[in-house]
C-alpha cells in the first residue's frame, strides 16, 4: 500500500533552516508528481511546492517562493524540502502528498503523509 | 491567484440529514482537454492527513461511501453527504488544481446537531 512518512522538523529559530524528507513507498514514486502542503495550528491547508516526477520542474507558493527548495531523488523514492530563512508564520505541520496524475499530468492529492511539524520560534 | 471560498463555515446536521457545503471559485477552473472541472474535495479529522473523496468535481475517490457526492460547474460546486453519520464529524475543504498556486477553501466545520 501506498506509504508517505514525513521527518526532519523540529523546533528552529526565526532565519534558520531545515531541511524536511518524505520517503514514499508502494507506488512508483518516478511516475508521479510530489507536493508539500502545510497548516499551521489551528488554521487551514495552504499548498506549499509541487515538483514533477522527473524533477524538471518546480512551482511554489509566492508565501514560500526564494525561501524554499523541493527536490527529489527518484532512486531513494525520497522527496525534499529545504526550508530556509524561516519566519514564525512558517509554523505548520508539513505534509508531502502523491499527485493522483501520472507524468505531466496534475491532479488533487489522493495520499498524505502523516505530517512532520516545524515550530519557529526565538 | 484562485480563490477558493467555502461556504458556510460551520455547519450542525443531524444525523441521518442532509449537509451541503458550498464551494465558489473566483475564475473559472474547467479544464478544457476533458471539459471536466479540476475541483476536488477533502475530508480532514482531527489528528490526521486530509482525505481525498471527490475529484473532478464529481468523481467519487475509491472507497469512499456512496452518501458523499459532489456537483457543480462554472464557478459554483457543491459537497453533499446525504445521510450524515457520526464518522462523517471533520473538516471539509474544497481546492483547484486547474492551476499553481493550488488553493483550498478556507475550510467548513462539519458537526453533529
Known amino acids: 500500500q501506498v506509504q508517505l512518512v514525513e521527518s526532519g522538523g523540529g523546533v528552529v529559530q526565526p532565519g534558520k533552516s531545515l531541511r524536511l524528507s518524505c520517503a514514499a513507498s508502494?507506488?512508483?514514486?518516478?511516475?508521479?508528481?510530489m507536493h508539500w502542503v502545510r497548516q499551521a495550528p489551528g488554521r487551514g491547508l495552504e499548498w506549499v511546492a509541487l515538483?514533477?516526477?522527473?524533477?524538471?520542474?518546480?512551482y511554489y507558493s509566492d508565501s514560500v517562493k526564494g525561501r524554499f527548495t523541493i527536490s527529489r531523488d527518484n532512486s531513494k523514492n525520497t522527496l525534499y524540502l529545504q526550508v530556509d530563512s524561516l519566519r514564525t508564520e512558517d509554523t505548520a505541520v508539513y505534509y508531502c502528498?502523491?499527485?493522483?496524475?501520472?507524468?505531466?499530468?496534475?491532479?488533487?492529492?489522493?495520499?498524505w503523509g502523516q505530517g512532520t511539524l516545524v515550530i519557529v520560534s526565538s | 491567484d484562485i480563490v477558493m471560498t467555502q461556504s458556510p463555515d460551520s455547519l450542525a446536521v443531524s444525523l441521518g440529514e442532509r449537509a451541503t457545503i458550498n464551494c465558489k471559485s473566483s475564475?473559472?477552473?474547467?479544464?478544457?482537454?476533458?471539459?471536466?472541472?479540476?475541483l476536488a474535495w477533502y475530508q480532514q479529522k482531527p489528528g490526521q492527513p486530509p482525505n481525498l473523496l471527490i475529484f473532478?468535481?464529481?468523481t467519487r475517490e475509491s472507497g469512499v461511501p456512496d452518501r458523499f457526492s459532489g456537483s457543480g460547474s462554472g464557478t459554483d460546486f457543491t459537497l453533499t453527504i446525504s445521510r450524515l453519520q457520526a464518522e462523517d464529524v471533520a473538516v471539509y475543504y474544497c481546492?483547484?488544481?486547474?492551476?499553481?498556486?493550488?488553493?483550498f477553501g478556507q475550510g467548513t466545520k462539519l458537526e453533529i446537531k
Open positions: 475564475q473559472t477552473i474547467l479544464d478544457s482537454s476533458n471539459n471536466k472541472n479540476s
Open positions: 473532478w468535481a464529481s
Open positions: 481546492q483547484q488544481y486547474y492551476t499553481t498556486p493550488r488553493t
Open positions: 502528498a502523491k499527485d493522483k496524475s501520472r507524468g505531466y499530468n496534475y491532479g488533487p492529492n489522493d495520499y
Open positions: 515538483m514533477s516526477y522527473d524533477g524538471n520542474y518546480k
Open positions: 508502494g507506488f512508483t514514486f518516478s511516475g508521479y508528481g
